[in-house]
C-alpha cells in the first residue's frame, strides 16, 4: 500500500488535481466491481428461484440479492430501478418482499 500512497504524493507534488484523479479512478472500479458481482448474484437467485420456485431458501435468496443490488445502485445514484427489473426478468413475489427480515436464530 506504501508504494501507491508514494505514487500518490510524487502525483500531487507535480499536479496536486492529478493525485485525487486517481484516487475517484481507484473508487470508480470498486464501484463497478461491486455492481457488477451483485447484479451476477442476482441473476444466479432468480435463476435458482426460476429451478425451483416452491423453495422458500431460493426466495429469501433471491429477495435479498435483489435488495443488495438495489442498494448497491442507489448508493453510486441509481435511484430508478425500473429497467433492471425488467432486463433481469426480477419476479413480482421476489419485489414483493423486498427488505423484509427473517429470524436467523440458530
Do not use: C
Not at 6 to 26: C, F, K, N, Q, Y
Not at 78 to 98: C, E, K, M, S, Y
Request: a neutral charge; aromatic letters at 4%; hydrophobic letters at 45%.
Amino acid at each position: 500500500m506504501s508504494s501507491l500512497r508514494d505514487s500518490l504524493d510524487l502525483i500531487r507534488m507535480v499536479r496536486p488535481e492529478a493525485g485525487t484523479a486517481a484516487l475517484e479512478h481507484e473508487i470508480n472500479a470498486e464501484r463497478a466491481g461491486s455492481i457488477t458481482a451483485a447484479e451476477a448474484r442476482v441473476k444466479t437467485a432468480i435463476t435458482a428461484l426460476a429451478a425451483d420456485s416452491a423453495n422458500a431458501g431460493a426466495l429469501a435468496e433471491a429477495r435479498d440479492a435483489v435488495w443488495s443490488y438495489f442498494v448497491q445502485r442507489e448508493l453510486i445514484g441509481f435511484r430508478q430501478h425500473q429497467d433492471v427489473i425488467r432486463d433481469l426478468g426480477i419476479p413480482t413475489i421476489v419485489l414483493n418482499g423486498l427488505g423484509a427480515m427473517t429470524n436467523r436464530r440458530k
